[in-house]
């Protein structure tokens, strides 16, 4: 038996559907770019429910590699895919749902490995993370480059979704109460232990329960993106057992350490590889007036040293912190644990002022602060664009930026 197409039916396009809503902008949706931090149950849905929408300019970050369990809840990977990359698989899954995407995935860890050029080119960040270390840092870096992002968590049939705008809503430091810091003062007490070290065992989660706050978090990013009204500072939580859900109100802490935001950042068109860090004060210098003695800032610690006291040796690492295992902390000569020296900032006359800056522990297309008495600057180290954004280099950031003073204004 034949079914009957009609010439309606015929001529509708892929998103003809979402256009019948009286405020939708399907290119909007096209032309923004969007970052995705965590590839795994949450991960996977958001990426899913994104290629669906028409979402083309994607960038995947994730460290981590597909084991057996991911399979019962992750739509984009398959038995083939054990041992491979979240991050890769996850790409390459979104092209065979919508080849128009143009995915890019990057395969490291968000707080060591990842510059803050990336949350600069993002419009909007979508995280579906499972510690409060990433997601400490994900809020810091995306108040400090002015652009929102929306969390998601998930602990076995029940689920929360916070939207969090730069200078317009509390950010997640806000929320954060005694247990929170408890936690994360626990992991962030050593300079040296690996994030594998720390582990405290996995979260519970299901499929169904990531549908559902994946779905939120996606329907939140397009509402940002219109204008419309969002969870702004907001927690939607959703409880699995009874299926009711509800919303809390967040309280903006004026004493929190996560609300610096980057009002201006000037581009340095030379690479890393190619670039010293004393190059680097030297261009930063000439924001400055002759007599105006300045530092460089880096976006984060560096592990500089590692002295063994007891045999009087010490080794240049050149680390972000909390890379460097317990093990390689010890002394090669007597094993006694060596003393962490770690640096953050160059005067002008520190040892490492030769060492070029991808060889600083410092991840590709990040940001630098110039600092004076009087006077802050903020360097994006531009030449590096090319190796992190690949065949997304060429795009701007501008679709948050069309409707960032809806938000603003209407703190």
Known sequence: MKIAISSDQLSEDRFSRFNLITWWNQEKIRNSNILVIGAGALGNEILKNLALLGFQKIIINDLDKIENSNLSRSILYKEGDIGKSKADTASSALKQIYGDVKSVSIDANIISQVGLGLFGWADIVIAGMDNREARLWINRCCWKMGKPWVDGAIEGVNGIVRVFIPNASPCYECTLGEADWAILEKRMSCNMLTREQMEEGKTPTTPTTSSVIAGIQVQEAIKL????????????????????????????????????????????????DKTSVHDLFIFAKSYFSEDEDIIIEFSRDVIWKLICKNCNTEEEVYAP???????????????????????????????????????????????????????????????????????????????????????????
């Open 225 to 272: 993106l219109h204008g419309m009204p969002v969870l702004k500072g907001r927690g939607f939580v959703f409880e699995g057992l009874n299926h009711s859900s509800y919303t809390v109100d967040y309280t903006e802490n004026i004493d929190c350490q996560s609300h610096e935001t980057y009002t201006t950042i000037e581009k340095y068109n030379n690479s890393s």
């Open 321 to 411: 912190v909390g890379t460097v295992s317990y093990n390689d902390g010890k002394c090669h000569n007597c094993r006694k644990i060596r003393e962490v020296v770690t640096t953050h900032n160059y005067s002008g006359s520190e040892s490492y002022g030769d060492r070029l800056l991808d060889q600083m522990g410092l991840p590709l297309f990040d940001v630098f602060t110039a600092r004076s008495r009087n006077k802050t600057v903020n360097i994006a180290i531009e030449g590096d664009k090319k190796y992190i954004l690949k065949d997304l280099s060429e795009e701007d950031s501008t679709q948050w930026g069309l409707v960032k003073s809806v938000y603003l204004n209407a703190k």
